[in-house]
């Protein structure tokens, strides 16, 4: 009976020995992915990769965008894989009521990035022609042209969007393609921010730097 409860005891403790180790390097694990992985080894417009930059997914870094705009949020994920959310803001909120009767803060202005996966190319090409024609169902486009940052061409709409249920009165978005991704950088504010929206999100643009894919 002792020789049994030695040996009960001798299992137990192996057990508990190999726990801690498999916990330590599950751990270890989680803390080498992203030196290896995470981060591409360069950008596709020739600059190294900077690890301070803003990561959405494995594939989009984003410098600090400056023009007094600070990261507000970076869900990892918002609905599925491989769909990614950032937002930028500038100024002092102010209290809004938004159209669900919910309390939120109003910035002067805010810049929203959007990095949408797909299946495939074909299929982020259909999501992109969608995202970019809701854009001109709902707001008064005022022009629409493309343009070039870091080696990437963007296609750029400048609009009105102010109504009852949208605070913003004014906007400028970006869209393009990477892969089976859909990439699209949106800037609204109010009419108590006097930038040029356009201009600002430019400089934003620049600021973008997508992985290289060779």
Known sequence: MKRTLSRIWLFIMQKW???PIIVAVIVAAALLVPTFSRYPDRA????????SWEMLG????????GNGFTLLNNDT???GDDTYYA???TGEPTDYTNADGKPVDLYPAQIYLLLYGCADEDAAGEAFAEWMGREEETYAVRERRTETHNS???TLLLYDCGSDTN??????SAFTLYGNYVAIAE???TDAYDQDEAAILAAFLDGCHFGATD
């Not at 605070?167 to 400028?172: D, L, N, Q």
Request: proline letters at 5%; glycine letters at 8%.
């Open 152 to 154: 990437r061409d963007y």
């Open 187 to 189: 800037l609204t504010c």
């Open 77 to 79: 994920a918002l609905a």
């Open 44 to 51: 596709e417009d020739g600059a190294t990769w900077d690890r």
């Open 87 to 89: 937002s930028w803001v």
């Open 167 to 172: 605070p913003y009165s004014r906007g400028a």
């Open 58 to 65: 494995t594939v989009l870094g984003v410098e600090a965008p």
């Open 17 to 19: 020995l190999i726990i």
